[in-house]
């Protein structure tokens, strides 16, 4: 029973971290002269695209309709952007999302299976927010235009 009380919240991750500033801008065009920084970029995106994938195959496994949501309409003024803009950022964006799973893991506790997934998933977005705050804070500011 505590799996199903607990399913419309790990949706709302699924949502959350699948229409991340991390996933729009990994799909989009945002340019960056620094080729090791966007490869970095793009296994960052990959690494939350895997833990999505995660949530949504429990929630498949437990037969819950899962609703991959949309990207927030805000994302759509951030286009044709430099990376090194933008990742200040999603370095803030990634660390609510490393708050919001910590809340989860306390909201589910009586969901084991979850737990544990929240818990591997919660570690891989932290790593990726402390290497997005590393990556940010070496770049040299770009002056507004």
Not at 28 to 41: E, I, N, V
Not at 45 to 53: F, I, K
Not at 59 to 69: A, E, I, T
């Amino acid at each position: 029973m505590a799996a199903i009380q607990h399913n419309a919240k790990l949706n709302d991750l699924v949502v959350d971290l699948g229409r991340s500033l991390l996933q729009y801008v990994g799909e989009g065009s945002a340019w960056c002269s620094d080729k090791q920084l966007q490869q970095r970029f793009q296994a960052w995106a990959e690494s939350q695209r895997q833990d999505v994938g995660r949530l949504v195959e429990l929630l498949w496994n437990r037969g819950w309709p899962v609703d991959l949501g949309v990207y927030p309409n805000e994302f759509t003024d951030l286009q044709f952007l430099s990376l090194k803009y933008l990742l200040p950022k999603i370095s803030t964006a990634q660390d609510r999302l490393v708050a919001e799973l910590d809340e989860a893991v306390h909201t589910c506790v009586d969901d084991p299976e979850a737990v544990t997934l929240l818990r591997e998933i919660e570690a891989n977005e932290c790593r990726i927010a402390e290497e997005l705050r590393s990556a940010a804070a070496s770049l040299t500011p770009v002056a507004a235009a």
